[in-house]
């Protein structure tokens, strides 16, 4: 018969015994195939160690299954307490290692505590989690020999497929460890100090942005809020939605030894004070080269910011999520409010936040999306922009927007 013996580590040796043979034959038949000496062996089967090497397995009950493999464990007196020697000398290796015991501090924190101060409760702990080390194994070796059992039944050739496809990823995750471990790193978003209105801020480059975005804290920080134009309200949409409280045309903003005029959008719900989008790099002609993590333009070569040098909201992953949720909705933003920045010529100069609203002009259209407004465009212009990816309410809102005037509605699409 066939008995496998797996070790505490999660090792497993297959030996083809006979019934009649005596324990001490078999445990010399797993010294030969294990390595381990006679004398270190401890077999156990179901959880009693088999203990008379005279009896055979017959006589010891052994009838074909898993059995546990155990080295005998060396003990030591600490502080007049016995303690394995393995457990022990693992200990000291750990508290020798400041990296490995700060991991294990971060893993099993009784563990570590166990280490530090007592050597009796550290060796209990660590021989429970050999214990459910192997009880896994064990299961683990039930499992594969029930699903073995019917190579029919389809249910257990799924298990067994999905198995195998567990096992794919572990092995592939094993060999990016190895070989492109920088891969699992955290990598550091690109920030360079800038002056808004002789005011420093540290700007998010972000080339996957379609415009230049500020919060309005940092504008009323550099003084700017007074400029901001609400007639360009809106929701910006994208992964989420963020409310667009307007725009500031223009504004100084210096980046090295240059002044550049650049427009904002001003945007509500980000965690980042400036975002240099698309159009800032496209228009100053700005050029990322990641090769000596700096940002070219017009000759200049500003240095990107070290990741101790970030703000602290750039430095916590998860407040760094949410910007880049953020940054998503920024590409595909488009104003959908009643003051969409593409709307037909008006008189008159925009308010400054806080002010009154611009009176609406007479016969003016309402941009709220209702049966009423549905109606005023034909289906045909409604189409065209669902073609070119809008839903039917962003159609029929921009159709609004743009007073029915399909080639301004396409603009502001785009």
Not at 282 to 292: F, Y
């Amino acid at each position: 018969m066939e008995l496998t013996f797996v070790t505490d580590l999660g090792q497993s040796f297959v030996v083809e015994i006979d019934p009649n043979m005596e324990l001490e034959n078999v445990m010399a038949l797993l010294e030969a195939e294990s390595g381990i000496p006679i004398a270190e062996q401890s077999i156990s089967y179901h959880g009693q160690e088999l203990s008379a090497p005279k009896s055979t397995m017959r006589e010891l009950g052994v009838d074909g299954d898993t059995a546990m493999l155990l080295l005998r464990r060396k003990v030591a007196n600490i502080a007049g307490r016995p303690v394995e020697q393995d457990s022990e000398m693992m200990r000291l290796q750990l508290l020798g290692d400041p990296a490995l015991m700060r991991q294990l501090q971060e893993t099993q924190p009784e563990l570590a505590a166990a280490a530090q101060s007592n050597p009796q409760q550290f060796a209990e702990l660590l021989r429970h989690t050999r214990e459910r080390q192997y009880s896994a194994e064990l299961a683990r070796q039930h499992e594969i020999e029930r699903l073995n059992a019917d190579p029919f039944d389809i249910e257990a050739q799924q298990k067994i497929e999905e198995a195998i496809r567990q096992q794919a990823v572990l092995e592939n995750m094993e060999h990016a460890l190895e070989y492109s471990p920088e891969s699992f790193g955290r990598v550091t978003m690109l920030y360079i100090p800038v002056e808004v209105n002789s005011k420093p801020v540290t700007a998010f480059v972000d080339s996957g942005a379609q415009q230049t975005i500020m919060s309005p804290e940092c504008a009323e920080a550099c003084g700017i809020m007074r400029l901001v134009d609400q007639r360009f309200a809106g929701i910006a949409r994208g992964v989420g939605t963020a409310k667009i409280l307007g725009r500031v045309h223009s504004a100084q903003l210096k980046l090295s030894d240059l002044y550049l005029p650049c427009s904002f959008t001003i945007m509500e719900g980000r965690d980042v004070d400036l975002l240099l989008g698309l159009d800032m790099l496209k228009a100053h002609q700005a050029c990322i080269d990641l090769e000596k993590n700096v940002l070219r333009i017009q000759g200049r070569e500003v240095r990107f910011l070290s990741e101790h040098e970030l703000p602290d909201k750039a430095r916590n992953p998860a407040e760094l999520a949410e910007q880049e949720l953020a940054s998503s909705s920024g590409p595909s933003s488009r104003p959908s409010g009643p003051g969409s920045a593409a709307q037909s010529p008006f008189p008159g100069s925009g308010n400054t936040l806080g002010s009154q609203p611009a009176a609406s002009p007479a016969g003016a259209r309402p941009t709220a999306p209702t049966p009423a407004t549905a109606n005023r465009h034909p289906e045909e212009k409604i189409r065209i922009l669902m073609d070119l990816g809008a839903s039917r309410e962003i159609a029929i809102s921009t159709l609004d927007a743009a007073g029915g005037n399909i080639d301004v509605a396409a603009s502001l699409l785009f």
